[in-house]
């Protein structure tokens, strides 16, 4: 796997986008307090919509102090005819200062050939456009991710560039469906509308565990209001109270591909900070 230590304050291998704890290599400095504000537009005026954000923020909110996260994937990309592809990724994940902005993530490929040192960086926003570059090692540039082109396939992957920026609570509205058991386990069902411009998606449904408060399965809706794409998170392991999910498998209704990743290795405080998420780094990981 490729060592990104060269780039200066990258101190861990890259960990996971969407989402054991290890000893503390650096110091810490001591986190404040969360500073939860409820959005009004986003928590709506009707009770259907006031109930579906606060179950959504419940979730979001479940998740705070992580601090720094990152974790290995396999992503295994399978076409139509059931024919398989694997690569081989890291991802980091650096947590949101609050909920006026969005974490700030890396994913960089380490294999084949064909891919490796590709890496994207995310800086998620709520209502304006994310952050996102896109490095190519084949043509040792960063592309700059236009708001256009973020419904678009992530390196023939059915993710889009947009998916790696839609944990962030406030950029949707919400209305509670009501309750569904899933593979045996009650869920909270929602539905969520994109509040940001040029969004891929009209809608998306999801499946909230009720126990652990965790996405279980989100439906992605495109602009024609079609289903187009399915997520199923499973596989969840408590990591001192974080929950992450070690497998999401992404199906496309449309055209019959399936994208899965197979998380491992997640560590948690690896002493990230805000210099190792700038464009800046893309150019320098090895």
Not at 39 to 60: F, L
Not at 125 to 135: A, C, N, R, S, T
Not at 242 to 251: D, E, F, Q
């Amino acid at each position: 796997m490729s060592d990104i230590r060269s780039a200066p304050r990258l101190k861990a291998v890259l960990a996971a986008a969407f989402l054991g704890a290890s000893a503390l290599a650096f110091p810490l400095v001591a986190q404040e307090p969360p500073v939860f504000t409820d959005d009004p537009i986003a928590k709506g005026e009707t009770p259907e919509a006031h109930k579906g954000y606060e179950i959504a923020a419940r979730a979001d909110r479940s998740d705070y102090g992580f601090g720094d996260s990152t974790s290995e994937a396999t992503m295994v990309l399978k076409n139509a005819a059931g024919q398989t592809t694997e690569r081989s990724l890291s991802f980091s994940t650096l947590e949101k200062e609050d909920e006026t902005v969005g974490d700030k993530s890396l994913v960089m490929f380490n294999s084949p050939r064909d891919v490796e040192g590709t890496a994207l960086l995310s800086h998620a926003k709520i209502l304006e456009p994310d952050d996102q570059w896109l490095y190519l090692p084949a043509l040792k540039r960063v592309k700059r991710i236009s708001s256009a082109n973020k419904s678009g396939p992530f390196v023939g992957s059915e993710f889009a560039f947009e998916d790696f920026t839609i944990t962030e609570l406030n950029k949707f509205t919400y209305a509670y469906v009501g309750e569904e058991e899933l593979d045996g386990e009650m869920m909270d069902v929602l539905e969520r509308f994109p509040r940001y411009e040029k969004s891929g998606y009209t809608k998306q449904k999801s499946w909230i565990d009720q126990k652990i408060f965790q996405a279980r399965k989100l439906e992605f809706y495109d602009r024609r209001g079609d289903l187009l794409k399915t997520l199923t998170l499973s596989d969840y392991r408590d990591y001192d109270g974080m929950w992450r999910a070690h497998k999401l498998t992404m199906v496309n209704h449309q055209t019959g591909k399936e994208t899965d990743l197979i998380y491992s290795n997640y560590e948690f405080k690896t002493g990230l900070d805000s210099n190792d998420f700038e464009q800046g780094v893309l150019t320098r990981l090895r």
